[in-house]
C-alpha cells in the first residue's frame, strides 16, 4: 500500500515547480538576509570595532604619558635637582615643548594643494 496517494495535480508537467515554491522562496528569504548582512552588519560591525579599539589605545596612551611624565618629575625631584621640583617640572615641560614643536613642523596643511595664485 502507497503511504501517500498520488495526486492528479502531481502528475501534471511542472508540477515540481508548484511544490518547490516554499523552499525556493525560503532560499531567496535567506539569500536576501545574507545579502543584506555582507552589506550593512559587517561593514558597520568593522567600523565600530575601529573606532572602540581607536578610543582604547588613546586612553592607554593618555595614562601612560601621564605616568611616565610624573615618574620623571619625581625621578629628577629626587635624583637630580635635590627637591627642585620647580627645575624637574621645567625639564618635563621642556621635553613636552620640544616633542610638540616636532608634531607641529611635521604637520601638512589640507588647502595647500587647492589654492591658486592670486
Known amino acids: 500500500m502507497d503511504p501517500k496517494p498520488e495526486t492528479p495535480a502531481s502528475r501534471l508537467p511542472g508540477s515540481n515547480a508548484v511544490g518547490d515554491l516554499p523552499t525556493r522562496g525560503a532560499d531567496l528569504v535567506d539569500t536576501l538576509v545574507e545579502l543584506l548582512r555582507d552589506k550593512t552588519v559587517r561593514p558597520l560591525t568593522l567600523v565600530t570595532r575601529a573606532v572602540v579599539f581607536g578610543i582604547i589605545v588613546f586612553a592607554a596612551s593618555v595614562v601612560t604619558i601621564t605616568l611616565l611624565s610624573i615618574t620623571l618629575i619625581r625621578l629628577l625631584t629626587v635624583y ?20 610638540g614643536v616636532a608634531a607641529w613642523s611635521k604637520r601638512t596643511d589640507p588647502g595647500a594643494g587647492s589654492r591658486e595664485p592670486a
Open 80 to 99: 637630580a635637582f635635590s627637591g627642585r621640583v620647580w627645575l624637574s617640572d621645567l625639564v618635563v615641560g621642556a621635553v613636552f615643548v620640544v616633542a
